[in-house]
């Protein structure tokens, strides 16, 4: 029997993912611990493997919500506008504290570190060459973000794949560049407070990188499949946003890890 509501709400069915994520993000997070201390694999590949069958299949069930039973309404997407908002914002608060802790030590450098910024020792790296790099490739992603947003709302299915997936490049250029350059670094996340910021700062984001870009893969694939139309696309709206916001963090960080911090 059809259910009919007289309210343009959408009161969530019961759902086990909520239950299996809590418990794929705790055996992920135990097995960490034990690679930590025993070098052994198996239980954090057992926590990945939970988690990311959670994902794909909450995610599964929100994209028939919206898309196929019509339960994501006016009123309803103007709730998740502003739940992808206050997300944003918290994440914005996630960043300052490494900004924090990065001018709290380089502004007084203390006699431990030498009572000088970049600290004795430390090597820090150019700023023109593979950082610049991926300071112009993250630019470049949120234009091409940006056009596929423009794209789609003119119904052009087109560009909007073409645009979504050199986005998508984009990302995965920069990871690659940043993998390198963490392979090739003079020092490590141990060699004093700059290693540490560095590293947690820097590391964080390009854990943001690749989430944004599994984000807007996700969208790629929800475009190929006709989810999105002009006046009904916040899937693709919140991977956008989500996007700059990483642009934006990124040129911070460039500005004052990378090149004020030399």
Same mark, same amino acid.
């Given at each position: 029997?059809?259910?009919?509501?007289?309210?343009?709400?959408?009161?969530?069915? +019961?759902?086990?993912? #909520?239950?299996?994520?809590?418990?794929?993000?705790?055996?992920?997070? @135990?097995?960490?611990?034990?690679?930590?201390?025993? +070098?052994?694999?198996?239980?954090?590949?057992?926590?990945?493997? =939970?988690?990311?069958?959670?994902?794909?299949?909450?995610?599964?069930?929100?994209?028939?919500?919206?898309?196929? /039973?019509?339960?994501?309404?006016?009123?309803?997407?103007?709730?998740?506008?502003?739940?992808?908002?206050?997300?944003?914002?918290?994440?914005?608060? +996630?960043?300052?504290?490494? +900004?924090?802790?990065?001018?709290?030590?380089?502004?007084?450098?203390?006699?431990?570190?030498?009572?000088?910024? #970049?600290?004795?020792?430390?090597? %820090? $790296?150019? %700023?023109?060459? &593979? %950082?610049?790099?991926?300071?112009? =490739?993250?630019?470049?992603?949120?234009? @091409?973000?940006?056009?596929?947003?423009?794209?789609?709302?003119?119904?052009?299915?087109?560009?909007?794949? /073409?645009?979504?997936?050199?986005? &998508?490049?984009?990302?995965?250029?920069? @990871?690659?560049? /940043?993998?390198?350059?963490?392979?090739?670094?003079?020092? @490590?996340?141990?060699?004093? &407070?700059?290693?540490?910021?560095? $590293?947690?700062?820097?590391?964080?984001?390009?854990?943001?990188?690749?989430?944004?870009?599994?984000?807007?893969?996700?969208?790629?694939?929800?475009?190929?499949?006709?989810?999105?139309?002009?006046?009904?696309?916040?899937?693709?709206?919140?991977?956008?946003?989500?996007?700059?916001?990483?642009?934006?963090?990124?040129?911070?960080?460039?500005?004052? =890890?990378?090149?004020?911090?030399?």
């Amino acid at each position: 029997m059809t259910m009919h509501s007289n309210h343009p709400y959408h009161l969530v069915d +019961f759902s086990p993912w #909520p239950l299996t994520g809590a418990i794929g993000t705790m055996t992920l997070v @135990t097995g960490l611990v034990k690679w930590f201390h025993n +070098f052994n694999f198996n239980l954090l590949i057992l926590g990945y493997m =939970i988690t990311l069958l959670t994902m794909f299949q909450w995610w599964r069930d929100i994209c028939r919500e919206g898309t196929h /039973q019509g339960k994501h309404t006016i009123l309803v997407s103007k709730g998740l506008r502003w739940g992808m908002i206050l997300f944003i914002i918290s994440e914005v608060f +996630f960043f300052i504290s490494f +900004f924090w802790a990065f001018f709290h030590s380089s502004l007084s450098p203390n006699i431990e570190i030498g009572s000088i910024w #970049p600290p004795t020792n430390i090597i %820090p $790296f150019n %700023p023109f060459q &593979i %950082p610049l790099l991926n300071t112009i =490739i993250l630019i470049t992603s949120g234009i @091409t973000v940006t056009w596929a947003h423009h794209a789609l709302m003119e119904n052009n299915h087109s560009q909007t794949s /073409q645009s979504l997936f050199l986005t &998508i490049c984009l990302g995965i250029y920069f @990871t690659i560049l /940043q993998a390198y350059e963490y392979y090739e670094a003079p020092f @490590t996340i141990s060699d004093s &407070i700059y290693g540490s910021t560095f $590293f947690m700062a820097t590391g964080f984001h390009g854990l943001h990188v690749i989430i944004g870009t599994i984000f807007l893969l996700i969208c790629l694939i929800r475009h190929t499949k006709n989810h999105f139309s002009m006046s009904h696309h916040f899937g693709f709206e919140a991977a956008a946003w989500y996007w700059h916001f990483v642009d934006v963090v990124w040129l911070f960080l460039y500005i004052s =890890i990378y090149w004020w911090g030399n």
